[in-house]
């Protein structure tokens, strides 16, 4: 598939109607999907026959732009069960099939968060002030299969040794309408996040900046991310961050960091408290190889 083609089929996928500012629900456009999904694909072949997990999968583009250039399964995971109502009628809207939706707490189980953005973050203060504007292979396939479906119906265990009744990870379909998970559903999210370690080939995220009241969140995520590959992560950060996060990926991750490609991250005018109608924020595409772990 061409790229041109497949961002023209991204741009038919639904955006949030009522974002969310607390979870920093920002659309990842199909301009920028398609390319990343387009050089994962064509550049690493990371893509094509793999098992793609979607962090914090919102609208579901990602899975929906991995299951067009041929993944041979995606599993979506956010906290939001509204997000992944629309990324359930998206995935019904491109009848796609091979997609599992999860709602789960990447949070969960993570004790570093706070100290982990450290003062090597200060760096990011400047393009925070800005952004806060507009910001404030077959058996392993089946394996994830199964545990992706396993809240919603009974199916065999793959190959990973992870069987149905030791998940109870809430799958979109029995997702409530809070935002947050009670206190049992997280203590059995905190519990259940082993069993995805590295079950996945790539995943893929664009994960919240983190506003000043929220610092170090897309560290959360990459190491969740990082913790469920076994192949590569692509993830998204502010160019004013790379100093630290290849350095955290030198001394703590565990994972080869390689700058991709510098973007332009367009954070439109979402919320009543926005100036201006957009802010164009530099990212960069980033590759974590996770195969050496």
């Given at each position: 598939m061409r790229l041109k083609e497949l961002e023209g089929i991204l741009q038919q996928v639904e955006t949030f109607s009522a974002p969310k500012l607390h979870l920093e629900q920002y659309a990842t456009s199909a301009q920028l999907a398609s390319h990343i999904l387009y050089t994962a694909e064509n550049s690493y072949g990371d893509v094509s026959g793999k098992v793609v997990g979607d962090l914090g999968?919102?609208?579901?583009?990602?899975?929906?732009?991995?299951?067009?250039?041929?993944?041979?399964?995606?599993?979506?995971?956010?906290?939001?069960?509204?997000?992944?109502?629309?990324?359930?009628?998206?995935?019904?809207?491109?009848?796609?099939?091979?997609?599992?939706?999860?709602?789960?707490?990447?949070?969960?189980?993570?004790?570093?968060?706070?100290?982990?953005?450290?003062?090597?973050?200060?760096?990011?203060?400047?393009?925070?002030?800005?952004?806060?504007?507009?910001?404030?292979?077959?058996?392993?396939?089946?394996?994830?299969?199964?545990?992706?479906?396993?809240?919603?119906?009974?199916?065999?265990?793959?190959d990973h040794g992870c069987t149905t009744e030791s998940l109870n990870v809430a799958s979109a379909a029995a997702a409530t309408a809070a935002d947050e998970p009670d206190v049992e559903q997280r203590r059995s999210i905190c519990s259940q996040w082993s069993r995805w370690t590295k079950q996945f080939d790539t995943v893929f995220l664009n994960p919240p900046f983190g506003t000043k009241n929220n610092a170090g969140i897309d560290i959360v995520f990459l190491k969740r991310a990082i913790?469920?590959?076994?192949?590569?992560?692509?993830?998204?950060?502010?160019?004013?961050?790379?100093?630290?996060?290849?350095?955290?990926?030198?001394?703590?991750?565990?994972?080869?960091?390689?700058?991709?490609?510098?973007?332009?991250?367009?954070?439109?005018?979402?919320?009543?408290?926005?100036?201006?109608?957009?802010?164009?924020?530099?990212?960069?595409?980033?590759?974590?190889?996770?195969?050496?772990?």
């Open positions: 999968c919102g609208s579901g583009i990602f899975a929906i732009g991995a299951r067009c250039l041929e993944a041979g399964m995606c599993v979506g995971f956010d906290i939001d069960a509204d997000a992944l109502a629309l990324a359930s009628q998206n995935l019904a809207e491109f009848e796609m099939d091979r997609v599992e939706l999860i709602r789960c707490n990447v949070t969960v189980d993570t004790e570093e968060r706070d100290d982990e953005a450290g003062d090597d973050s200060s760096e990011d203060d400047e393009a925070a002030e800005d952004e806060d504007e507009n910001a404030g292979e077959d058996g392993d396939r089946d394996g994830v299969v199964a545990q992706a479906a396993a809240a919603a119906a009974a199916v065999s265990p793959g913790q469920l590959s076994r192949g590569a992560v692509y993830s998204l950060h502010k160019t004013s961050t790379r100093k630290y996060i290849q350095k955290l990926a030198d001394t703590s991750l565990g994972a080869r960091c390689e700058v991709v490609a510098e973007m332009k991250f367009d954070l439109p005018k979402t919320y009543k408290f926005h100036r201006r109608k957009s802010v164009d924020v530099n990212v960069d595409l980033l590759r974590f190889d996770c195969a050496g772990q």
